[in-house]
């Protein structure tokens, strides 16, 4: 079991940044792959930022250029860079994990509890 905690949710306003931090499980399995969902209100979820286990990233199409994804295994964190806010990037932002290189881009098995971002 992957126990993920987020933090750095708030509330800006557009055109500003935030950065949000996933603490993981200091013996969270290495082959383990993450990733940055979220959902907005009324709507699914979606993958944004992806992070595989060598460290080779991926984005969404709607956030690239603006979101970066990153992992410190010393301090057993995932970071999510959230810069250029706009409003439709209102959402709630979860961290995931998942062994698998399909799912984790699809159907991660680990979710965090999500932290909420706000863009007015």
């Known amino acids: 079991h992957v126990q993920l905690v987020e933090s750095g949710g708030g509330s800006v306003q557009a055109g500003g940044s935030l950065r949000l931090s996933c603490a993981f499980d200091?013996?969270?399995?290495?082959?383990?792959?993450m990733a940055w969902f979220r959902q907005a209100p009324g709507k699914g979820r979606e993958g944004v930022a992806f992070?595989?286990?060598?460290?080779?990233?991926n984005y969404a199409w709607s956030v690239k250029d603006r979101f970066t994804i990153s992992k410190d295994n010393d301090n057993s964190t995932l970071y999510l860079q959230i810069n250029s806010l706009k409003p439709e990037d209102t959402a709630i932002y979860y961290c995931?994990?998942?062994?698998?290189?399909?799912?984790?881009?699809?159907?991660?098995?680990?979710w965090g509890q999500g932290t909420q971002v706000t863009v007015s």
């Open positions: 995931t994990a998942d062994p698998a290189p399909c799912e984790f881009m699809t159907r991660p098995r680990y």
């Open positions: 200091a013996y969270t399995p290495a082959n383990v792959r």
């Open positions: 992070i595989d286990r060598g460290g080779a990233t």
